[in-house]
């Protein structure tokens, strides 16, 4: 039900702005959440945001350099990431939070198909 996309190869310092779409139903008055898994390693939560979009949490490992925003009017959450490093590299899903806000330990009910992003240093 929720699509992400946006992912790709980027050089060590650039930019990428990852969306998730879903129908209406889906998180219109849900929070949604980023998480991003890569190889070998366990999911790791990346950031959030309410149904409003006036709060948003992030992980440490990406704070001041990913910020999350959404238009309710599209149905679609960003995530713009800035500064990648290489460390970043891994699959990135959007998560619906089943109440307005989302958080690091939200329940997460709907999880979209991930996109591939690639720092390459």
């Known amino acids: 039900q929720l699509q992400a996309s946006g992912g790709g190869l980027v050089q060590a310092g650039g930019s990428l702005r990852l969306s998730c779409a879903a129908p209406?139903?889906?998180?219109?008055?849900?929070?949604v959440g980023w998480f991003r898994r890569a190889p070998g390693k366990e999911r790791e939560f990346v950031a959030s945001?309410?149904?409003?979009?006036?709060?948003?949490y992030y992980g440490d490992s990406v704070k001041g350099r990913f910020t999350a925003s959404r238009d309710n009017a599209k149905n679609t959450v960003y995530l713009q990431m800035n500064s990648l490093k290489s460390e970043d590299t891994a699959v990135y899903y959007c998560?619906?939070?089943?109440?307005?806000?989302?958080?690091?330990?939200?329940?997460?009910?709907?999880w979209g198909q991930g996109t591939l992003v690639t720092v390459s240093s």
């Open positions: 998560a619906s939070a089943p109440g307005p806000y989302a958080t690091a330990t939200s329940i997460y009910r709907y």
């Open positions: 209406r139903r889906t998180f219109s008055n849900n929070g």
């Open positions: 945001i309410s149904q409003r979009g006036d709060s948003t």
